[in-house]
């Protein structure tokens, strides 16, 4: 078994969530950043080597500090600056990997989002579990509304069976090099046309394995999911008092 990295990436500056001061990564739910309440659940796994956090170039000094604040196992993590695009936000994070000397051919990389803060740790551990089995893998829910393509004027071209529709989340993880190899061997088209990093390995027709995700594993994006996400913490720390 290869050495595994997480790579949580918060190179996102919010513009969905309105005029906000801060990017949304650094809103508090619950007392705390939405970036730490995500950072702590990977910072207790002891499988990783090291948890990379890609940051938006200028908030890169702020996002140390914060860390540094409320994480007393900060040793174990390492604040990059990401990149133009998602994508080569997770590059920024392999070339850390690289440089370390610890890119092989067994090397596992986690990508997950630094606004999704209730990633499990059932989640993580099956991440890792299949891709190392299959070399990719996606966490994903069934998708629960009918599925609606439209495209072009605002007609309805297709209506896929949704038994095998899926809404995608994070984490995604990959044998680290394999993203590379695969990233850099991409046309410039189809690097345009990337919504993922597992668009990837869907383009060039490699095995992406399913992960089953979690309905309040949400990403937030907008200023209704900081009242979910509130919500679902004031849960959580009831059944933790229970």
């Excluded at 095998?164 to 990233?183: E, I």
Aim: proline share 4%; glycine share 8%.
């Amino acid at each position: 078994m290869g050495k595994v990295y997480a790579a949580v990436l918060a190179g996102g500056i919010g513009q969905r969530m309105g005029n906000v001061e801060k990017p949304k990564q650094f809103m508090e739910i619950g007392g705390k950043p939405i970036i730490i309440h995500t950072l702590e659940k990977f910072a207790v796994h002891p499988g990783l080597e090291k948890i990379l956090v890609l940051s938006p170039k200028a908030w890169v000094g702020y996002t140390s500090d914060i860390i540094r604040k409320y994480i007393p196992m900060s040793d174990k993590i390492a604040v990059l600056e990401g990149g133009a695009t998602r994508n080569e936000t997770a590059m920024n994070a392999i070339r850390y990997i690289e440089q370390a000397g610890d890119l092989d051919e067994d090397t596992i990389l986690i990508t997950h989002d630094s606004v999704r803060p209730f990633v499990t740790h059932r989640i993580i551990e099956e991440n890792i579990r299949f891709a190392e089995k299959y070399g990719a893998t996606d966490t994903v829910i069934p998708a629960t509304d009918t599925i609606v393509q439209s495209l072009k004027d605002g007609r309805i071209d297709l209506i896929p069976d949704r038994r095998f529709m899926y809404q995608g989340q994070t984490p995604q993880t990959f044998h680290a090099k394999k993203l590379k190899d695969t990233y850099e061997a991409l046309t410039q088209d189809e690097k345009d046309t990337l919504t993922d990093a597992c668009k990837i390995m869907v383009l060039k027709g490699e095995h992406v394995h399913l992960v089953e995700g979690e309905v309040f594993n949400i990403k937030i994006t907008y200023p209704y999911d900081i009242t979910v996400a509130k919500a679902l913490l004031g849960m959580k720390l009831e059944e933790q008092d229970a």
